[in-house]
């Protein structure tokens, strides 16, 4: 069991070299390049309006478009985003759904080839409210780090305080982020679809969303095609720039890691193999010996906090109960599996 300490040491100190070493975008930055700002929508009438708010509050872009396509809404988000925003942005029908698409890689391919000629895409969810300089600072931030594709990724609000901080501690301690850039090895990727941001002609070599028009996870697989054609990637803390209320509810958040957690591991077989390492990492040990227990716990726990801070997010007490969160993660992932053998998964009416 002792021998379970000096990984989880390794961990934790890796995650601390990634904290310092993760970049962030400018505040105040201002750009010359003409960028469109995509915003794919279907049934985001009761949430997208800050996000509207936020888009159209944009400063040091002169040369900026916002691009907004109803796909196929049935709750009036059309409407309303005529009433916020009026003809200040671009609002596009979506077209149907073809044979072997997703819904999303469909909208953002129609966005894309809406933009017109420009440097930079932009694309954001509805559930993102970005500062006043977040789109300049993110395409300062992708220019200097010489990338063909940005993931600042938000600050996560909302439900799931137990799950949700996962996502980035994740990246942190598991992740090179250096080496994931210098890497032209498309397995070492990572990119979250909340706010993203591509050089156009990195995005025209990589086969655009076309490349992963059939992807659950189409953001991983957006950044693992642009380095399969030569570009390169980086991750980012965007947490001072953009929130991102992803769910609002504990049934949301379920119903949302169900749709995806199955298509993160590769295979059954791979995600056994996660979950049952950080099973033996992060809870396992807690039924040593009592010095044994508390150094892995304490381990875990300083490992949390360091992502929270690095990322935005709130460290205490949510950290304190990371190998609670350990197992809720476990479990989600059996229940994405289980719904996706039963053919059970579906998102925003459309079977996945």
């Known amino acids: 069991m002792i021998l379970v300490l000096l990984p989880l040491l390794l961990l934790t100190l890796h995650t601390a070299v990634n904290a310092l070493l993760l970049r962030r975008p400018r505040r105040e930055a201002t750009t010359g390049e003409r960028v469109a700002v995509l915003l794919p929508l279907r049934d985001e009438a009761a949430r997208v309006t800050p996000c509207l708010r936020s888009l159209l509050a944009q400063r040091g872009v002169p040369e900026l478009t916002v691009h907004v396509l109803d796909d196929g809404s049935t709750d009036g988000t059309a409407d309303v985003v005529r009433a916020v ?47 006043a300089d977040a789109v300049a600072g993110a395409v300062d931030l992708l220019r200097r780090s010489r990338t063909g594709l940005l993931s600042p990724y938000p600050k996560i609000v909302g439900a799931g305080r137990l799950v949700q901080p996962l996502l980035q501690w994740s990246w942190l301690t598991f992740l090179p982020l250096r080496g994931m850039e210098r890497s032209p090895r498309p397995s070492l990727a990572a990119a979250g679809g909340q706010w993203l941001v591509l050089d156009r002609s990195a995005y025209q070599r990589a086969g655009g969303h076309a490349a992963v028009r059939d992807e659950i996870l189409e953001d991983i697989a957006l950044a693992r095609a642009v ?41 059954a077989t791979g995600a056994a193999a996660v979950v ?21 716990y ?12 690095a990322t935005g997010g709130r460290a205490f007490p949510d950290a304190l109960a990371h190998p609670v969160s ?11 599996f289980h719904r996706r053998r039963h053919r059970r998964l579906s998102w925003r009416g459309r079977p996945v």
């Not at 925003?85 to 469909?106: E, I, M």
Request: proline fraction near 5%; charged fraction near 20%.
């Open 85 to 131: 925003a009026g003809d200040r942005v671009r609002l596009h029908t979506g077209a149907p759904l073809p044979p072997g698409w997703l819904g999303k890689p469909h909208a953002c391919r129609q966005l894309a080839d809406l933009a017109g000629d420009v440097d930079v895409l932009v694309f954001v969810d509805a559930d993102v409210v970005l500062a």
């Open 326 to 336: 350990v197992v809720l993660f476990a479990c989600l992932i059996a229940r994405s």
């Open 276 to 296: 049952a390492m950080l099973l033996l990492l992060y809870v396992v040990p807690l039924l040593a010996l009592p010095w044994i227990a508390l150094f892995a």
């Open 227 to 267: 380095k399969r054609a030569g570009g390169r990637i980086a991750l980012a803390d965007g947490s001072r720039l953009a929130t991102c209320r992803m769910y609002d509810s504990w049934r949301e958040l379920t119903d949302g890691y169900a749709k995806s957690l199955w298509a993160s591991f590769g295979s």
């Open 298 to 309: 304490l381990l875990g726990v300083t490992g949390r906090v360091l992502a929270a801070r």
